[in-house]
């Protein structure tokens, strides 16, 4: 199959809806995502570029999507007592159809939904999408510091490749090597049933809000 760059449209799962990125949706992400956790893995350039309040974060969350090359979602929760509530973002871009390569990354989630059924089904949902239009490999990568998110990429079943050293610079001015990994469309059909079985663990339940982290410092 022929690689083709996904058209803009929305996703939608059994505990999320991921919608095309637009700009009403920036209140919302800041709420979500605008906490020094969030960002201490590395996501937004590491700890420094947490913006200072919703209005610098207006500005800077759309340099940092993948606007112009990508197809960034937003991630909101569908069902239960916080159905319609923005708790993420993630991102398919870096398009190479000759190559069939995508990358999906710029993920980040509200800490009340880690370790939840947010990440695995978002991830089932967007992977989903590039397989079906015809991506034969996917990229994911992390800072290789950021051993949470490491984790949660292996535990999706993807291959890791390496570390390429100095790969982007961080908000403080520091380089960040990145941990890659990738998931092949041969590999796909069990890494699906893997996360559908995974799922199928949580039943009818709707996404519980884990404790609040700490407060905007």
Excluded: C
């Excluded at 871009?93 to 989630?109: I, K, N, P, Q, V």
């Excluded at 967007?126 to 984790?151: E, P, Y």
């Amino acid at each position: 199959m022929t690689a083709r760059v996904p058209e803009e449209q929305a996703l939608e799962g059994r505990w999320v809806r991921l919608e095309p990125y637009r700009a009403e949706h920036l209140p919302g992400l800041w709420a979500a995502l605008g906490r020094p956790e969030v960002f201490a893995g590395g996501w937004g350039g590491g700890p420094a570029g947490l913006p200072a309040d919703e209005a610098a974060f207006r500005s800077w969350l759309p340099a940092y999507l993948p606007l112009e090359h990508g197809r960034p979602f937003v991630v909101r929760l569908h069902g239960g007592e916080h159905d319609g509530e923005i708790v993420g973002t993630s991102s398919l871009s870096d398009f190479d159809t000759r190559r069939e390569r995508a990358h999906l990354g710029w993920t980040a989630y509200d800490p009340r939904v880690w370790g939840t059924q947010v990440n695995a089904e978002a991830k089932l949902l967007i992977l989903g999408h590039a397989f079906a239009h015809g991506f034969g490999r996917v990229k994911l990568q992390a800072d290789a510091l950021n051993s949470r998110s490491r984790a949660a990429i292996a535990g999706l079943g993807a291959h890791f490749e390496g570390i390429r050293r100095r790969d982007q610079l961080r908000a403080d001015g520091s380089w960040r090597d990145a941990a890659i990994f990738s998931i092949v469309v041969e590999e796909w059909p069990e890494l699906r049933a893997g996360l559908e079985a995974r799922l199928a663990r949580h039943g009818e339940a709707a996404v519980a809000f884990r404790e609040p982290g700490p407060s905007r410092g």
